[in-house]
T-cell receptor, first 110, second 118 residues
């Protein structure tokens, strides 16, 4: 069964960089690594997705080593509004089936 | 505005009283899905639909029904709700329902429906 492992929680301060690492030992060749963000009482929101190496968008960066058994989501200069739960997922092919794990609860403090 | 809407947002009902939670998207997406979110269990997929008249079970389909008669709507039906179906429910949609190895279809989630079954 496909499974990801990530820390349960992390604390940070405004302006710092937050790095969340996720392990996905059983990832398959066609799987993409995807991260979602969820605020309390809201639906998850797509942040970033990658297959290998590094991907960057206006919100975050995603680092994926060559063996693809882990990935690191990097949130640069976080603000209080980045306090949320971040889910690491893998998605196969078209990625329609999402299997969420427990997520990492990130708390950004002033 | 492109969005996924759900109604109602909050519902308190009693055991055995049939209910329907509606889901609608205005993005012409083929794929739609229902999830439930429970503390300590994360989000789990209930049912999904790859296109009109095409539905399939997710990880926790027991006690639920769905239909996809129109592309934009994907209602979730609880024929005889029970207290263990008390949960936060999310509907989601994405552009394509067919497998495309080289692409990923971002899923857009609705605002959620908090259901309490007494």
């Amino acid at each position: 069964l496909a499974k990801t492992t990530q820390p349960i929680s992390m604390d940070s301060y405004e302006g710092q960089e937050v790095n969340i690492t996720c392990s996905h030992n059983n990832i398959a060749t066609n799987d993409y690594i995807t991260w979602y963000q969820q605020f309390p009482s809201q639906g998850p929101r797509f942040i970033i997705q990658g297959y290998k190496t590094k991907v960057t968008n206006e919100v975050a960066s995603l680092f994926i080593p060559a063996d693809r058994k882990s990935s690191t989501l990097s949130l640069p200069r976080v603000s209080l509004s980045d306090t949320a739960v971040y889910y690491c997922l893998w998605t196969r092919g078209a990625g329609n089936k999402l299997t969420f794990g427990g997520g990492t609860r990130v708390l950004v403090k002033p | 505005e492109a969005q996924v809407t759900q109604n109602p947002r909050y519902l308190i009902t009693v055991t055995g009283k049939k209910l329907t939670v509606t889901c609608s998207q205005n993005m012409n997406h083929e794929y739609m899905s229902w999830y439930r979110q429970d503390p300590g269990l994360g989000l789990r997929q209930i049912y999904y639909s790859m296109n009109v008249e095409v539905t399939d079970k997710g990880d926790v389909p027991e006690g639920y029904k769905v239909s996809r008669k129109e592309k934009r709507n994907f209602p979730l039906i609880l024929e005889s709700p029970s207290p263990n179906q008390t949960s936060l429910y999310f509907c989601a949609s994405s552009l394509l329902g067919s497998a495309a190895v080289s692409s990923y279809n971002e899923q857009f989630f609705g605002p959620g429906t908090r259901l309490t079954v007494l």
